[in-house]
């Protein structure tokens, strides 16, 4: 019943031009043959196919289709500023150094104030304690810390010069990174705490933490390559 009325409403527009649709009839640009096909169940028009892949028309696209006028290509200087990934075996480091009593007074000035003087964090203000904890791991109160937790020294690196201090990230030099990792390192134990302790890109890639055997790979076959 329901199909048999929709037939006749498709009828009676197509044979007459006014009532099958004033808009079309005006605009002398818009063929019926622009359009897309017709839906033969329904008699309505189908949108334009969607490609099943990007990939497919992709490579059809020249760049110079694309400029809109926008943007620049990076520089080289721009690229190297964002370019400060450390691997865990230590690719990546950059060159300098810096003392565990460079650090020290680095820290006070820096980072105390977060983290505390002690380094057992500031919970008020969700700044984590940063040394201790060793062996809680597999107990009922894990104490989660760089010290007994983080695998390797070089990401104590990295993410204090990518992501500390929590207000100015990235406002620390290589030699500062390299300082406050010598006396945050030496305060957890892991690292000497000579005031002349110090640590570059060879002797920090040797530093070996605590928890480094305590991951397991990851089983799942998509993963862990
Ligand atoms: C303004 C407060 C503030 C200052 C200053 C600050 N931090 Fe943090 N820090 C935080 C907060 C908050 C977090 C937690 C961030 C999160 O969980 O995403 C954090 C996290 C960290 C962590 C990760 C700890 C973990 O176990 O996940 C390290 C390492 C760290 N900070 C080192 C430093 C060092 C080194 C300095 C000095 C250069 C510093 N922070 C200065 C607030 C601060």
């Not at 865990?88 to 565990?100: A, F, K, V």
Request: net charge negative.
């Amino acid at each position: 019943m329901f199909t048999r009325n929709l037939t006749i409403i498709c009828a009676m527009g197509a044979l007459s031009g006014a009532l099958a649709g004033p808009a079309l009839a005006q605009d002398d640009a818009r063929t019926a043959a622009a359009l897309p096909e017709t839906l033969e169940e329904t008699g309505e028009r189908a949108p334009a196919k969607v490609p099943e892949s990007s990939s497919e028309t992709v490579g059809d696209i020249a760049p110079a289709d694309n400029d809109y006028g926008i943007g620049q290509p990076a520089t080289e200087d721009e690229i190297a500023a964002i370019d400060i990934d450390v691997m865990p075996d230590g690719r990546g480091l950059p060159e300098g150094s810096g003392t565990y009593a460079e650090g020290e007074e680095l820290y006070e000035t820096i980072c105390a104030a977060c983290h505390g003087s002690d380094m057992m964090g500031i919970s008020e203000l969700g700044a984590p304690q940063l040394i201790g904890g060793r062996g809680t791991l597999a107990s009922d109160k894990p104490v989660k810390t760089v010290e007994s937790y983080w695998p390797y020294a070089s990401t104590f690196f990295d993410y204090t010069h990518r992501a500390m201090p929590m207000t100015t990230p990235g406002s620390l030099t290589t030699d500062e990174v390299y300082a406050i990792s010598a006396y945050v390192l030496g305060k957890a134990g892991i690292t000497g705490t000579e005031p002349d302790a110090m640590l570059d890109a060879a002797s920090m890639a040797t530093v070996e933490m605590p928890n480094a055997d305590g991951f397991v790979e990851d089983p799942r076959p998509d993963v862990g390559e």
